[in-house]
Every structure is written in C-alpha cells, then in structure tokens.
C-alpha cells in the first residue's frame, strides 16, 4: 500500500493533523508527518514534494493557517494528489487559509477540505489510494456503515424522547 505524506506549515497545526493521523491508524494505513513551511523552509517543502512518489506516497496533505501557501507549494512540485487543510488562525478564523488553499491557478489542483479537517482529509486520501486497493475500499464501507448505524442509534433515542 502506498504512504500517505503529511506535511504541516508549524507545529501549531499539530491538532488538526493529530485527527488525520487518528483517522489513518484506525484503517491501518501507513504515513509519515513532517513540518516543513512554505516560506521558512521552502526548499525542505520543495525536496519532499519533488521525491514523494520515489518515496513511496501515493497522496500528500497539507495543513496550514494564515497564508496557507504550503499546499500550493507542495502541489506545484508533484503530480500526486495533494489535499489542502486550511488552519483556523487567530485573524479570520480560518477563512483566509481557506481562500488561500482553495484558490489555486489552472495546472496545479489542490483538493480542500474545511477548515481543521483533518479527519476529513484523511478520509479523502484513503478513497484515492482505494481506488486501486479493495481491501482499503471494504475498510471505507464498512466505516460509512458503521457511521450510519450511530446515526440511527441516536435518531431512535431521540425518537422515543421526543415522539411518543
């Protein structure tokens, strides 16, 4: 199975990366985790992204707040899908992070989540790498699966609450 790269602008992300890794260890795929920032250490970000399909990655996320340029830079230097995690930060609440990840020029697609989606990324990525692992694809539904029925576990608690 391919790795799933993740990369952070600083280590303040580290939270809302924590939810992806969550979600990756729960369907049993491999990842690294790296904090390498798009104008701090752009050639250390360059590097990872020019060698991540040699090294093994099938899709890269990328989380940061503010600026938010590191998936931009990440999906500049690869043809691998790179899913962008936009970082709520202490000005807009995320939305500049937001725009930032989601406005990327023609040629160069970054897939976005919402803001701190970590989860959510994590969840993208293993749907791109299950396009060619059945297995992975059997551990999704079954998590869909699993995700409804807790849904209707507490619809019906609701139900007999409220709808007598």
Do not use: W
């Not at 551990?139 to 007999?160: I, P, Y």
Request: proline content about 5%; some cysteine.
């Amino acid at each position: 199975m391919k790795k799933i790269g993740i990369v952070m602008g600083s280590d303040s992300d580290l939270p809302v990366i924590e939810k992806a890794t969550d979600m990756l260890v729960s369907l049993g795929i491999p990842f690294e985790v790296h904090v390498y920032s798009a104008h701090r250490t752009p050639e250390e970000a360059r590097d990872f992204a020019v060698n991540a399909r040699k090294n093994g990655f099938g899709v890269l996320i990328a989380a940061a707040g503010m600026a938010a340029h590191l998936a931009g830079a990440v999906a500049a230097n690869t043809t691998l899908p790179v899913i962008g995690i936009p970082c709520r930060g202490p000005v807009f609440d995320g939305m500049d992070a937001l725009l930032a990840t989601v406005q990327m020029p023609t040629g160069i697609p970054v897939a976005t989540v919402a803001v701190n989606g970590g989860a959510n990324a994590a969840l993208l990525a293993a749907e791109i790498l299950a396009v060619e692992d059945a297995a992975l694809a059997a551990k999704l539904d079954a998590k869909r699966k699993a995700d409804a029925e807790k849904v209707l576990a507490k619809d019906a608690a609701v139900t007999a609450k409220f709808n007598q």
